[in-house]
């Protein structure tokens, strides 16, 4: 079990979790979580129909479930898939790299996605927004 040094932390890897759950009820195989290197992370590598998928999870803790579906309906800003600046693309390029060439996988198709998940912690409920195929 991990220690958590913040909140934020915590709501990240309960966000991770939901993201895989996801992931496996609509086909996906989950190949890694947190592949790691010294310039950046990709929360999740996932496989389906031959392709491998490289996954971004995005997590926010919401007050309630209207304000989720708020967010969801693009009438609140301070979204987290707004965090992905040009500097986090770059990072993950070089990681997404990295493992193609680690894994030997250089003509296998892949794309890379954002999952945000939305956590109502109190009501122990979930959304997932897929923002797929972003390009790197």
């Not at 890897?13 to 990709?42: M, P, Q």
Request: charged share 35%.
């Amino acid at each position: 079990m991990k220690n958590f040094i913040s909140k934020t932390q915590r709501i990240g890897e309960l966000g991770e979790d939901v993201a895989c759950k996801f992931l496996v009820r609509h086909g996906f195989s989950i190949l890694e979580r947190n592949y790691t290197r010294k310039w950046g992370e990709i929360d999740i590598v996932a496989e389906k129909e031959n392709k491998t998928y490289f996954i971004e999870v995005k997590s926010k803790s919401v007050e309630s479930i209207e304000f989720m579906q708020r967010l969801l309906d693009k009438k609140e800003s301070n979204r987290p898939e707004e965090n992905m600046h040009p500097w986090k693309i770059k990072r993950l390029r070089r990681v997404v790299e990295t493992y193609l060439i680690s894994k030997r996988l250089g003509n296998k198709a892949w794309q890379f996605d954002l999952l945000v998940v939305y956590l109502d912690i109190e009501k122990r409920f979930a959304r997932v927004k897929v923002v797929d195929n972003i390009i790197l």
